[in-house]
Structure formats: structure tokens, C-alpha cells
């Protein structure tokens, strides 16, 4: 098994491509350790001192690190937990445990405004932020305002704040005309 390590725009995470399928459908993000209960995988790579999350696409896993860690002192850690939990059989996600969809359920008058924001999420901005390590959410929208969640390598990315607001809003607003404003939310 080989397995391939792409650098994200975020400095603190680092994609990783199995060559196989990680997820078939959705995402599953685990901000923490805690978090990873549901996942055999997720629960191997918090074994690596230094690693503060952990995110699953459908041919990928991002993961990172804390400030005082070194790539190079954990990556060849990682790389092994990777490997090893492929080589093992296991699931990557428990028993029922499912990936998450994304997108949050949004009901009311605003329900076809909300239907062209996840279309064009879907079509135009969740592949490109995949191809960096991440995800981009629908969270909701009030009075103009969208609120997406960032997760994976758009989580505290530095230039996330640009991306959201110079690009997804600006796309967002050609296309949309009563949004107004898109707003990041931690979850």
C-alpha cells in the first residue's frame, strides 16, 4: 500500500490519500478525540501524540496537528497508523455510525433560496475545498445572511476567512441576490 501526502493551504494539517476509498458517501469530521469514538480509523491517528483532528473524505483523511508539533516528527507515525488500520480490515466508521451529509435541513419560506445556496455549494465550492483537504457546510440563513460551517483543512486555515468572504460570498451574491453576507459558525 502506498500512500500519498498532499500540504493543504492550512500549515496545521496535512491531507493523506490511501489510494482507496476512505468513505463512500458524505464526511465525517472528529474535532477532537473524544470525538472519534465512532471511527476505528480516527481513533489510530488520535493514538499519534501531537494530532488535535482528524477529517474524512470520500478518497481522503486530513489531519492536524498542534503548534508545537513538527510534520516530520509525526508523519512517519501517521503514515503507519494509516496503513496499519487498512492492512487490519476494520471499518473506518463503527457499527452504525454513519458519514454526515453536510448540509444542515432548512425549512420555511426561505426553503428555495436555501435550495440554489446548497446547489451551488455542491457544484462549485465543495469540490474545490475538497481538493485542499476540507469541507464547506450550509449551517443556515437568516436575512440575507449565510452561515456555513469550515471543517477538515478549512477549519482554522488562515486564509479561510479570504476564501469565505472574497470568493463563496462574492459567488454566492452573483447568483443569489437576496444574500447578503456569508458568516462562518463552529459547530
Known amino acids: 500500500m502506498f500512500i500519498q501526502t498532499e500540504s493543504t493551504p492550512n500549515p496545521a494539517t496535512l491531507k493523506f490519500l490511501p489510494g482507496q476509498s476512505v468513505l463512500e458517501t458524505g464526511t465525517a469530521d472528529f474535532p477532537s478525540a473524544e470525538a472519534a469514538g465512532a471511527s476505528p480509523l480516527a481513533q489510530r491517528i488520535f493514538a499519534v501524540s501531537g494530532v488535535t483532528g482528524v477529517f474524512f473524505g470520500t478518497d481522503f483523511v486530513t489531519v492536524t496537528k498542534g503548534d508545537a508539533v ?11 497508523a494509516i496503513m496499519e488500520h487498512y492492512q487490519s480490515g476494520d471499518p473506518v466508521m463503527a457499527g452504525e455510525a454513519q458519514a454526515a451529509s453536510g448540509h444542515a435541513d432548512h425549512d420555511g419560506p426561505d426553503s428555495e433560496v436555501v435550495g440554489q ?22 449551517h443556515g440563513f437568516d436575512r440575507g445572511v449565510v452561515y456555513l460551517h469550515m471543517q477538515g483543512a478549512c477549519a482554522g486555515c488562515p486564509s479561510s476567512t479570504l476564501t469565505l468572504k472574497m470568493g463563496i460570498e462574492n459567488l454566492l451574491r452573483h447568483y443569489i441576490p437576496e444574500v447578503t453576507e456569508v458568516r462562518p459558525v463552529a459547530v
Open 70 to 80: 513538527e510534520w516530520d516528527h509525526i508523519k512517519p507515525a501517521l503514515l503507519g
Open 117 to 138: 445556496i446548497k446547489e451551488l455549494l455542491d457544484t462549485r465550492v465543495r469540490p474545490a475545498v475538497a481538493q485542499d483537504g476540507g469541507d464547506i457546510t450550509f
